[in-house]
């Protein structure tokens, strides 16, 4: 009796050191392993926890700052497989808010994006590079006041995580842009407006539960 006594303990004492690791391993870590095991599809942007914001410099004095509301895509970052990932990002040109009704009125009309003639303000990637453990140079076509140009945006990647109501995964890019390669230089010459822009972007999506 006295071998199986032994052997009896020594389980019971793995069993509780393996117990005291599981219950000490924090959540969110269990969480993002179990997510990024699980993703094996695309990502669909969730407009409400997404932002899109530009900034301008206004009278050579300030900086400028305004967003799109609502955007709308698809996409999937894989860090180990780069040639599988993809972004496509969507606004309406209509969507502008810079917390002045005459003013967004007047950024629609035909002096800078012509929402009606050029509806869509899109970003589809091309290709990636990878820079550092979580950030990339992600290249591809930028479409806006119906003028498609490469463009090339700094990523940061946030990973996949299980949050409510399915897997999320999240990222951050900027880039900046000249208006006046779109076809937009309104005040650009009387020096009202700058003509640069930077883009700042941040990006959730999910997968579902």
Same mark, same amino acid.
């Given at each position: ?7 009896? &303990?020594?389980?019971?004492a ?18 993002? $392993? ?7 599809? #695309?990502?669909?942007? =969730?407009? *409400?926890?997404? %932002? ?6 206004? #009278? +050579? *004095?300030? &900086? ?8 709308? +895509? ?13 972004? &496509? ?8 808010? @810079?917390?002045? +009704? ?6 629609? %009309?035909?002096?800078?994006?012509s929402? !009606? ?8 990637? %091309?290709?990636?590079? !990878?820079? #550092?453990?979580? @950030? ?10 119906? *003028?498609?140009?490469?463009? $090339? ?16 995964s #999240?990222?951050?890019?900027?880039? $900046?842009?000249?208006?006046? =390669?779109?076809?937009? =230089?309104?005040? *650009?010459?009387? +020096?009202?407006?700058? =003509? ?14």
């Amino acid at each position: 009796m006295r071998p199986f006594i032994t052997i009896g &303990s020594s389980a019971l004492a793995l069993a509780a050191v393996t117990a005291g690791i599981a219950l000490h391993t924090p959540r969110a870590t269990l969480a993002t $392993t179990e997510a990024a095991t699980a993703a094996a599809g #695309g990502f669909t942007v =969730d407009p *409400v926890h997404s %932002s899109v914001v530009f900034k301008i410099m206004h #009278g +050579g *004095v300030a &900086s400028f700052y305004g967003r799109f509301n609502n955007p709308t +895509g698809e996409f999937l970052i894989d860090p180990e497989n780069l040639s599988a990932s993809t972004i &496509s990002v969507s606004v309406k040109a209509e969507n502008v808010d @810079t917390a002045n +009704g005459g003013r967004d009125k007047h950024l629609m %009309s035909a002096d800078f994006f012509s929402a !009606k003639e050029f509806p869509e303000i899109t970003f589809k990637s %091309s290709s990636f590079s !990878k820079t #550092g453990d979580k @950030t990339f140079k992600v290249t591809g076509d930028l479409t806006l006041h119906g *003028v498609t140009k490469e463009i $090339t945006a700094d990523i940061i990647y946030y990973g996949q995580a299980q949050g409510r109501g399915g897997i999320k995964s #999240g990222f951050d890019a900027t880039f $900046t842009i000249k208006r006046t =390669d779109f076809g937009m =230089d309104t005040y *650009v010459k009387e +020096g009202g407006l700058g =003509d640069e822009v930077t883009l700042m972007i941040g990006i959730e999506g999910g997968q579902g539960g």
